[in-house]
């Protein structure tokens, strides 16, 4: 298949219902979109390489899913909404038609669950792994943006649904937390939020290095996924530290102004049931991580999780 | 170098002066950018990879100059100047932290000629080659945004600069035709434009197919590089076949109203005395494509040039 023809196709396959989108689908022209409506807008990047981010034997349909959900969950977790999207593809040769058109079906797939338009895109040919570029712009939702260099000592530290495993199939349907920060921002003031991509630990390194400040997390409170409990039976680690150390849980990590928290936690289960949302610690004005076990004793948590070494 | 340490050099690094960048600069956080005074966004994305756009034994710095003139040229090709980019990276293990920072400066360099501020980006690492996203965006020009499908049969057929043999240079440092494109659109109607990446020929089709149009170049009239010159005494082929074939120009192909030429052509050596501006041809409304000789005689003009095949 030629660039042109894939393009062809995706124009024909999407229908943009956004009456802000002027022009856009594929990498002919730029797209170009009616931002007059728009005070601010929320723009975001992600990679994901074949090899790093998922292996050659993932369907081309879970991949295209992913890579949106990935790039989407970006914006959510600064508290925007997403809602255009281009997508670069570098593809291996030989892959052919047939690999290219089910990506596009997941691509649009999960753009169509989160009320995106794909407007645009760029295809090439590679000798080596595909590698897919996903950009999402949106604007912030009522109460954002949030970043995550603004957390403050005694802030609590909120995780939404369960940690760990998601190597067992959850990396590559992850659920944008979309609906979980609008509903946060409504509730409470939101000091600071992130995607949980490369392990629990590393990013609320991350988060507490941004913010200067650090933590100490209450090792039991932490949410153990159903997978986490069944990888830790043959990988030799505990729940926890998988729960702790896995990487693309793409859950939300979230610092609440102290006092918010129990108001939010009274009323979440009115607005989202069926999201858990967990207290699993607070932040600190002093700058290390500690895990505390439920005698009080507590051990340095090491930024370890999923490093990208160059 | 971990992805952290790369991303915090790129931080300080920037010196954003662009007062509508709210937060911006890294993966860390999407970018938040003040669009208040904008009323169309244009946005397009662009994947340059190893291998197939460049090899391994160009200087890093060549690259990331490249990555962002590309995707600039789109823009401007569209009759949009950019403003904010993003750069999503993946990086061969073992490249290291040199490479990185060469790569980063290069980038840097061409935004900074080009008034363009990076906002964000992505890091990964991989084990195959080098790949690099960089998306562009940006607001139409007065007189913009111009399509590639709106070729008006009668159009008068333009190109800037000089065409093929970009293989030997040029294709590393693309000039990005933004002064050109702003004063095309001042002088005259531009019916449609696009910046020539995989040849000529294969790029004018690629137009005429859109506008639903076809075109008759004068084959003489077709401006040769010094480059396309040189090297047809070595690879076999007429300059004039470098010129139609060859990739990576990164020139303008322009459609204008013909009645608006000869006015054009007057006055365009007072606006931009270093840019040549040539008459190639003429838009038809019968569909295929034509290269007339110095004798009169037609052949029709098969649109080959770079052809990315999966």
């Known amino acids: 298949m030629s660039e042109h023809s894939l393009i062809a196709w995706l124009r024909n396959r999407i229908q943009i219902t956004d009456p802000a989108v002027l022009t856009g689908v594929g990498p002919d022209d730029c797209a170009i979109l009616d931002a007059s409506a728009m005070n601010r807008l929320a723009i975001s990047t992600d990679m994901l390489v074949e090899g790093t981010h998922f292996d050659q034997n993932i369907p081309a349909q879970a991949i295209g899913f992913k890579a949106m959900a990935a790039a989407a969950s970006d914006l959510a977790a600064s508290g925007c909404r997403p809602r255009w999207a281009l997508c670069a593809l570098g593809l291996r040769r030989g892959l052919g038609t047939h690999w290219a058109r089910e990506f596009g079906e997941g691509l649009i797939s999960c753009a169509e669950d989160l009320d995106i338009s794909l ?3 760029d295809t090439t040919s590679t000798d080596g792994p595909v590698s897919i ?5 949106g604007q912030p939702l009522a109460g954002g943006p949030v970043t995550r260099g603004n957390a403050k000592p005694g802030d609590a530290i909120l995780v939404t649904g369960s940690l760990g495993g998601s190597i067992q199939g959850r990396h590559l349907r992850p659920v944008v937390r979309l609906q979980e920060i609008e ?7 939101v000091n600071a939020c992130m995607d949980i991509t490369d392990g629990l630990a590393l990013d609320l390194w991350r988060m507490m290095q941004e913010s200067s400040t650090g933590a100490i997390l209450e090792a039991e409170a932490i949410p153990l996924s159903p997978a986490a409990l069944d990888l830790s039976k043959e990988s030799g680690k505990s729940p926890l530290e998988h729960a702790l150390r896995d990487g693309e849980d793409f859950e939300l990590l979230v610092c609440l102004q102290q006092d918010d928290w129990p108001e939010v936690a009274g009323k979440w289960p009115e607005f989202l049931p069926n999201t858990p949302l967990t207290r699993i610690g607070e932040v600190t004005s002093e700058k290390s991580l500690w895990l505390a076990g439920k005698d009080g004793q507590r051990q340095e948590l090491l930024p370890q999780g999923y490093e990208h070494d160059f």
């Open 119 to 121: 407007v645009g895109g």
């Open 133 to 137: 570029c996903v950009t999402v712009c």
């Open 183 to 189: 509903a946060l921002l409504n509730l409470a003031q």
